[in-house]
């Protein structure tokens, strides 16, 4: 059976400065039809993490090289921006992530203008709700958040888990049914969070430690929490903590209503930009 590993942890950490946005980065691994080994990485996380994935990889057994795979729930750019790390393996991106991503909305501020071009760095295979990794292993489709964000739904032996970028950002998500960060749909984003809910015995979020929700729907974590802070003291003056519920619990892109239309609109322009881009050798077999 299929297993998941977490390779780097999720952290729902946010400041009046700005996000952190710690997501989590999860390896799966097991066998695909003909026998053979696979090494799957889900989502990328950011450069600031980019040492702290060498060493989780290489505490693993692995390599870069040796991830075949990388699946983007979504191409925001704190899970995008080190797949330029595993130029061996081919990217799976929903297709409407991928196209979108070459014209995002001028207020998404998840999607830079360079991710289109920064995707297009691997080779891509789109893909869509149920298609197959692997033996155990497929898609999900969980839009809302952004307009093809993704879940991986993993048959382990000790049941389905499902990872879910952030259409399920982190466990209370799960509870209250709102995201608390729509860059595409709302309506799509409430659809989404059930349908993992749904499906899920074990929940790997986004921005948060893997859980499950108990037949009363209370979380229940199934990793502990583990975090230090450096250059900050408890008590260093004007530092204050604020519990999320006070920050508000959701927001909504401005303009989020244009999204569908511009989306079409740009959708000629988004298939030139995605043709303009030198196609990558494949890679060399092992």
Known sequence: MPTVD???????????QGYPA?????????????????????????????????????????????????????????H??????????TLLIHADERRYAHTPHANDWATPSWTGLLLEQLPIREVRDGHEVMPGVHILALPGHSPGSVGVVVETDAGRSVI????????????????PLVFWDAEQAVRSIDRVVDLADVIYPG????????????????????????????????????????????????????QAALYEKNAQESARRISRVPRLPPPSPA
């Open 22 to 78: 710690f997501c989590g980065v999860f390896l799966v691994r097991g066998r695909d039809s003909a026998g053979e080994s696979r090494n799957i990485l889900v989502d990328a996380a950011h450069v600031g993490r980019r040492p702290f994935l060498w060493e989780a990889l290489a505490s693993h057994g692995l390599a870069a090289a040796d991830v075949d795979t990388v699946v983007l729930t979504h191409a925001h750019w704190d």
């Open 207 to 258: 921005h948060d430690r893997p859980f499950r929700l108990t037949s009363r729907r209370e979380i229940e974590y199934v990793e502990p929490f583990c975090l230090t802070v450096t250059g900050l003291r408890p008590d260093a003056r004007g530092l204050t903590f604020a519990d999320r519920s006070e920050q508000g619990a959701e927001w909504i892109m401005p303009g989020i209503g244009d």
């Open 164 to 179: 879910t970028g952030d259409a399920l950002h982190f466990a209370q998500v799960a509870r209250v049914r709102r995201n």
């Open 6 to 16: 977490i390779l780097l942890p999720g952290y729902a950490i946010d400041t009046d």
């Open 80 to 89: 995008v921006q080190n797949i330029d790390l595993f130029p061996q393996a």
